[in-house]
Nanobody, 121 residues
Framework: QVQLVESGGGLVSAGGSLRLSCAAS????????MGWYRQGTGKQRELVAT???????TYADSVKGRFTISRDNAKNTVYLQMNSLKPEDTAVYYC???????????????WGQGTQVTVSS
């Protein structure tokens, strides 16, 4: 059974930093892409950053220059380094991955459990 386990969330003051981690485990053939979403209270879930197997990345305009997504393929893990955090970044952050599983390599979308990031002003 595939699962994504997140860690690294917490409470930080404005201007601080956090690093989120998400490790995938299970009967995995391949993972492409992996990314991070977030959902603030009363807001829609939005895509924060995505990273592909070739290391290409995308970022939401609101986090460009502050957040960095990276990947460790050997560990099936994706990271999100968040610097210069703002109160507006407060949200539940969800790891997301498109994972091919089993002998048939069927691709499905998987989600982490969510980790709370709270930035105080």
């Amino acid at each position: 059974q595939v699962q994504l386990v997140e860690s690294g969330g917490g409470l930080v003051s404005a201007g601080g930093s956090l690093r989120l981690s998400c490790a995938a485990s299970g009967s995995i053939f391949s993972i492409n892409p992996m990314g991070w979403y977030r959902q603030g209270t009363g807001k829609q879930r939005e895509l924060v950053a995505t990273i592909y197997t070739d290391s290409s990345t995308t970022y939401a305009d609101s986090v460009k220059g502050r957040f960095t997504i990276s990947r460790d393929n050997a560990k099936n893990t994706v990271y999100l380094q968040m610097n210069s955090l703002k109160p507006e970044d407060t949200a539940v952050y969800y790891c997301n991955a498109e994972i091919s599983t089993g002998i048939l390599r069927r691709k499905s979308t998987y989600w982490g459990q969510g980790t709370q990031v709270t930035v105080s002003s």
